[in-house]
């Protein structure tokens, strides 16, 4: 564990040096158990990486990867994004992992696709029980990075005509795990045919989302 965690932290260390070469970083999904969909949203991340890579100057692989909160794998990627609309349960292991992998410098975005609030917030209380999820202001370094967002967290669907909420877990001052419910961003990255939203909702969608990338991978420790 402490070799993976070194190279982790050393992976992080580089990237601003690696990605201005040919370096490639690469993200992944979480897969989870539990019964939610884990796998929604399949081009979401893919065009995410187009994006940042086209916009923001980042090396991104395109071509995510699938890592379960158990696998050591896991600490591979620098980011990574979770998504569903039902039930997540994490067992011990992988939540005694992923609570590792996420104070050893990892990032985790959690987006709620519309049913899995209930059961997310029960799960990120078994991971960290000396945590509680904050609510992140306008004025955080995530809402002011490549894009500004003045109010913070953009509306992309409706559901419940609620507004959108952004709230994280922090450590140090460090935000280490972004979640998004009321707000389906993960929708708005999606092919521009999967939802038909309007071209400025879904680049509203795409420059959020990289603003999360971009400061996953210069936040690290």
């Not at 987006?111 to 000396?130: C, H, K, S, T």
């Amino acid at each position: 564990m402490k070799n993976t965690l070194r190279y982790f932290g050393l992976l992080l260390a580089l990237f601003p040096l690696l990605s201005a070469n040919t370096y490639s970083v690469e993200i992944a999904v979480l897969k989870y158990k539990g019964g939610g969909d884990w796998y929604a949203n399949p081009s979401s991340l893919t065009n995410l990486a187009l994006f940042c890579n086209q916009n923001i100057g980042t090396h991104i692989d395109p071509d995510y990867a699938t890592v379960e909160a158990g696998s050591l794998d896991l600490f591979n990627y620098p980011f990574v994004h979770m998504t569903g609309h039902g039930n997540v349960l994490f067992e011990e292991e992988e939540a005694r992992n992923l609570r590792t992998y996420l104070l050893a410098g990892g990032f985790l975005h959690v987006d709620d696709n519309y049913g899995m609030d209930q059961y997310i917030r029960a799960e990120l209380q078994a991971v960290f029980p000396d945590f509680e999820l904050k609510t992140i202001p306008p004025d955080h370094a995530i809402f002011k990075q490549a894009y500004f967002f003045k109010d913070g967290l953009p509306k992309i669907h409706q559901h419940d005509q609620k507004p959108p909420k952004a709230e994280g877990l922090f450590n140090q001052g460090r935000l280490m795990l972004l979640y998004t419910s009321e707000c389906d961003l993960g929708d708005g990255w999606e092919d521009a045919e999967v939802h038909n939203d309007p071209p400025e909702i879904r680049l509203k969608a795409l420059q959020m989302g990289a603003n999360i990338i971009q400061y996953a991978l210069s936040a690290a420790p």
